[in-house]
């Protein structure tokens, strides 16, 4: 299995395998830069062996899923010191994977024997929520570990980052609008949005609020009515929302939405949402949308609220809430430099993000050792 070639692995301090055989733990943590602060990013816990099952006899089954955990986690990792690069942040990147299924696996005990893990790291890690991994689980860890973040209560716990990351959606789309449309208010513009879940909610609010139109979908019907129940909305089918003809198509529920399927469809102007990892394959689907007159908001720059939210904690920090909103709002100020570089060098919005984001964290580099040699 390459893992130095593999273009994820690029420039990763470090990666640790972690197991303990008492609770069933298997885990990795990448490291991918802590030039800017420590490595943040959330631990997912995932069942990756459970895809091939059907097709392959187990134990291929299991080493296919291995792979998969590798690279899903450095993907993951690196995109955390692109994000928190861009949005300003006292923060390097990091990510975890804890193999297999939460709900069989996620033990008090086990989520202890992450939290030594993390420990071991001396600090150039902190862990956060992510897919498969809930408050009660990183609670545990934090029993065995000081280097997690986005806790509940005490003195710098900073909670759900989600109504942070749906005001920088808010701001992103406002930036987009503004930049591909020339208008200063999202009054008459129509923003469908796929997912109504924690940050999909809060966005729908602000874009009322604002007085845009509403195209919303979830695959939760419960989630759709908690939206109507607030206000009007039109709803269409899961499998349509990227196709609505609308100003705006805001992804808010899975990755991989822009794909070579979903393209053809997209009758927005704007691609602009929180999910992570839009992008089916980096620098393809951003250039195809640049070619068709589509401005794409880059995932990651567009949804750092949330870790915007938590970088106070990683300090120790109390929250201040006007600073947080302030560092927030600048998301929209980011995404016009990216947008206008796009339009000035004809190069996709992805791929200019990527390069801003690698020379923030070039620069850091070459000042930490500058420091180091005086
Ligand atoms: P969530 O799980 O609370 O909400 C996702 C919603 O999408 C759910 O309501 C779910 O039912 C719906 N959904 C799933 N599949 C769907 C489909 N095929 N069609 C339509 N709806 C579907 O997640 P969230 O916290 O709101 O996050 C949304 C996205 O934003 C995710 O990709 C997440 O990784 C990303 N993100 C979230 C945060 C945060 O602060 N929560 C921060 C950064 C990025």
């Known amino acids: 299995m390459p893992v130095f070639d593999s273009r994820s692995f690029k420039n990763h301090e470090q990666v640790v395998f972690c197991s303990d055989e008492a609770s069933g733990l298997k885990a990795i943590i990448a490291v991918h830069s802590t030039a800017l602060g420590p490595a943040t990013g959330g631990t997912r816990f995932w069942d990756y062996a459970a895809n091939h099952r059907r097709s392959a006899p187990i134990d291929v089954a299991e080493t296919r899923g291995e792979q998969d955990a590798v690279y899903d986690v450095l993907r993951l990792s690196r995109g955390m010191s692109f994000k928190n690069a861009m949005a300003g942040l006292r923060l390097g990147g990091g990510k975890s994977v804890i193999i297999g299924n939460p709900k069989e696996l996620g033990t008090p005990e086990l989520m202890r024997a992450f939290g030594r893990m993390i420990n071991r790291l001396g600090g150039s890690y902190y862990a956060a929520e992510d897919v498969g991994t809930s408050p009660d689980m990183l609670a545990a860890a934090a029993e065995t570990t000081n280097f997690v973040c986005g806790l509940e209560g005490g003195d710098f716990g900073t909670g759900d980052p989600s109504p942070h990351t749906a005001l920088g959606v808010y701001t992103g789309i406002k930036a987009a609008v503004k930049h591909r449309l020339g208008k200063d208010s999202l009054n008459g513009?129509?923003?469908?949005?796929?997912?109504?879940?924690?940050?999909?909610?809060?966005?729908?609010?602000?874009?009322?609020?604002?007085?845009?139109?509403?195209?919303?979908?979830?695959?939760?019907?419960?989630?759709?009515?908690?939206?109507?129940?607030?206000?009007?909305?039109?709803?269409?089918?899961?499998?349509?929302?990227?196709?609505?003809?609308?100003?705006?198509?805001?992804?808010?529920?899975?990755?991989?939405?822009?794909?070579?399927?979903?393209?053809?469809?997209?009758?927005?102007?704007?691609?602009?949402?929180?999910?992570?990892?839009?992008?089916?394959?980096?620098?393809?689907?951003?250039?195809?949308?640049?070619?068709?007159?589509?401005?794409?908001?880059?995932?990651?720059?567009?949804?750092?609220?949330?870790?915007?939210?938590?970088?106070?904690?990683?300090?120790?920090?109390?929250?201040?809430?006007?600073?947080?909103?302030?560092?927030?709002?600048?998301?929209?100020?980011?995404?016009?430099?990216?947008?206008?570089?796009?339009?000035?060098?004809?190069?996709?919005?992805g791929v200019i993000a990527n390069e801003m984001a690698e020379d923030i964290i070039r620069r850091a580099n070459e000042a930490k050792l500058a420091a180091a040699a005086e």
Not at 253 to 265: F, I, T, Y
Not at 266 to 279: C, E, M, R
Not at 317 to 324: D, I, S, T
């Open 189 to 349: 513009v129509t923003v469908a949005v796929q997912g109504l879940g924690h940050v999909g909610q809060y966005l729908v609010d602000h874009l009322r609020g604002d007085g845009a139109k509403i195209v919303v979908t979830d695959i939760v019907d419960a989630n759709i009515q908690a939206v109507l129940a607030k206000g009007d909305a039109e709803v269409v089918a899961p499998d349509a929302i990227h196709a609505v003809d609308c100003d705006v198509f805001a992804p808010c529920a899975l990755g991989g939405v822009l794909n070579p399927k979903s393209l053809g469809d997209i009758k927005a102007t704007i691609v602009a949402g929180a999910s992570n990892n839009q992008l089916e394959t980096e620098g393809r689907e951003d250039e195809e949308l640049r070619k068709r007159g589509i401005l794409y908001a880059p995932d990651y720059v567009i949804n750092a609220g949330g870790i915007i939210s938590v970088e106070s904690e990683v300090y120790k920090e109390k929250p201040n809430a006007a600073e947080r909103e302030a560092k927030v709002l600048r998301i929209g100020d980011t995404l016009t430099k990216i947008f206008n570089a796009s339009d000035k060098e004809g190069r996709p919005t």
